[in-house]
């Protein structure tokens, strides 16, 4: 199993960007898909997560309305589209393959990807 996470940098506050992670090694449609973040001296935290066939997401408050999660099951791909960034989003931003119901503990993902940066600052 690998997930490659990409599609970090610099954005400045009130911007956008568009994190993807492709998977590879298990059948990418018969697991839900998750984010997490973890910022310098806290926690990893979750942030979304997203159904087998998409149609189900789930939010942590501090994203809901900003950040959306799709996936292209043909692609093996999944996305965090983030928008309207605030400098409180910097942190490495985490994609994980989760079981097959919705879940927010970072126990309930038994692989993780390695981590793209995300730096929000003017």
């Known amino acids: 199993v690998q997930l490659q996470a990409s599609g970090g940098g610099l954005v400045q506050p009130g911007g956008s960007l568009r994190l993807s992670c492709a998977a590879s090694g298990f059948t990418f449609s018969l697991y839900y898909m998750g984010w997490f973040r973890q910022a310098p001296g806290k926690e990893r935290e979750f942030v979304g997560t997203i159904s087998r066939t998409g149609s189900i997401t789930d939010y942590a408050d501090s994203v809901k309305g900003r950040f959306t999660i799709s996936r292209d099951n043909a692609k093996n791909t999944v996305y965090l589209q983030m928008n309207s960034l605030k400098p409180q989003d910097t942190a490495v931003y985490y994609c994980?393959?989760?079981?097959?119901?919705?879940?927010?503990?970072?126990?309930?993902?038994?692989?993780w990807g390695q981590g793209t940066l995300v730096t929000v600052s003017s």
């Open positions: 994980a393959r989760g079981p097959s119901y919705s879940g927010r503990r970072t126990t309930q993902y038994d692989y």
